[in-house]
């Protein structure tokens, strides 16, 4: 005789498991623990800077004219070519002269008859003066000769000076050099009615150089009249030694930079136009202890800039929030935040989080031992140091060029 196992029993044990089951797959996982990362170090120091503020500049005559004729006209003739030396009093252009040698010789024929009249008074000066010695006429009547008389000359003096001007306006038909230079543009073609000032030629005297550079507004109140500046030419050859001459009192109103012109030896400037490079001594950094970073070890946090500083007590890793002064080269130099001594993440700082652990990543193979970090002066950016504030981004301004 068989016994009946009721099925509920059966049915209870069989949905227990699966709630127990389901509960089981529904709770959330462990978190993996974070891995450790290898990380670079460097050991903050403090060394000489390298870099120099240099700028590009242009070669340009001392003295530079626009020659324009005095009298306005046709030009039907241009002697002057560009890149041509030409001499002083040699003709640069010629002006259609047939207008201004007709009104001179209407002014010698004006000359002609004021000397005619002027004869005619003097001569019934002398006879009314006769005629006043033998009582005929009265001395009122002498008077009247004598005062038409002085008329005439005057009359003369004006004729001459209208028919000399008009002479000089005749010769101004020709553009003559003023002194010996270089032409350096052409402004102005045959058969082009200019009018008088109007510049045709353009000549760079011969003489002193000068070269010409511009500055921002941050760094001309450092630039004064008189300091050195070196200056090489792209081109290459012997570095040039000058001197500011003049200093811009105003901004350019379209790149609002200041022109500094520095004057240079004449006998070893480059060409005219040439490009060089200025650097001047003054705003130079070269040997200025400071500490510099690489830009691999910055990172942008918030408004700033900021660091991984290494706890090797713990082996974890801090942020650190410092301050950019500028660039050295490739490499940023912090003005504050940092002291000599701490050890610094040099790259990957983008993948680590506060507080996590690190080891220090050791090369396999044998490697030159870096030589001993400089004595670290008290104050990290020595007073000497003109530096411009970091940017409000924490980005890493561009480095001058060596």
């Known amino acids: 005789m068989r016994t009946l196992i009721a099925p509920w029993p059966r049915c209870g044990v069989f949905f227990l498991c699966a709630a127990a089951g389901w509960l089981t797959g529904c709770s959330r996982p462990e978190p993996l623990p974070e891995p450790v990362r290898a990380v670079k170090l460097l050991t903050v120091g403090v060394g000489a800077l390298q870099s ?52 001179a ?70 553009l003559l050099a003023d002194v010996a230079g270089v032409v350096t543009a052409i402004e102005a073609e045959p058969g082009q009615v200019v009018a008088a000032g109007t510049p045709v030629v353009r000549i760079a005297q011969d003489g002193a150089r000068d070269v010409v550079f511009a500055v921002p507004e941050d760094k001309v109140a450092q630039i004064q009249v008189g300091q050195a500046v070196g200056v090489r030419a792209w081109a290459g050859g012997a570095p040039l030694q000058g001197r500011v001459r003049e200093v811009a009192a105003s901004a350019d109103p379209v790149t609002r930079t200041f022109a ?10 480059p060409a005219l136009g040439a490009t ?23 990172r942008q946090q918030g408004q700033g800039t900021a660091v991984w500083v290494y706890d090797p007590a713990t082996s974890t890793v801090r942020s650190q929030d410092v301050q950019i002064a500028t660039a050295d080269g ?20 983008h993948v680590l989080s506060p507080g996590q652990k690190v080891t220090v990543y050791e090369q396999k193979w044998a490697q030159t031992p870096a030589s001993a970090a400089q004595a670290a002066p008290e104050k990290v950016a020595p007073k000497d140091l003109t530096l411009a504030p970091a940017a409000a981004s924490g980005a890493i301004p561009a480095a001058s060029q060596p």
């Open 105 to 174: 010789q209407a002014a010698q024929a004006q000359v002609s008859a004021a000397q005619t009249q002027r004869d005619l008074a003097a001569a019934d000066l002398q006879r009314y003066a006769a005629l006043k010695n033998q009582n005929f006429i009265s001395g009122a009547e002498l008077q009247r000769r004598e005062a038409t008389l002085q008329a005439a000359q005057a009359a003369l003096a004006q004729a001459r000076a209208q028919s000399s001007a008009q002479g000089n306006q005749a010769q101004y038909t020709r």
């Open 330 to 349: 490739n490499a940023a130099v912090v003005a504050a935040g940092l002291a000599p001594g701490m050890q610094v993440v040099a790259t990957g700082v």
């Open 276 to 298: 060089v490079y200025v650097t001047p001594q003054v705003l130079s950094h070269v040997g200025i202890p400071a500490i510099t970073l690489p830009t691999t070890a910055l």
């Open 260 to 269: 500094v012109k520095v004057g240079i030896d004449a006998a070893t400037a």
């Open 52 to 103: 120099q503020v240099e700028y590009a500049g242009e070669v340009r005559a001392r003295v530079e004219s626009r020659l324009g004729f005095r009298v306005a006209g046709k030009i039907v003739q241009r002697q002057a070519e560009l890149g041509q030396r030409v001499r002083a009093g040699q003709v640069l252009a010629q002006l259609d002269p047939q207008d201004y040698q007709l009104a």
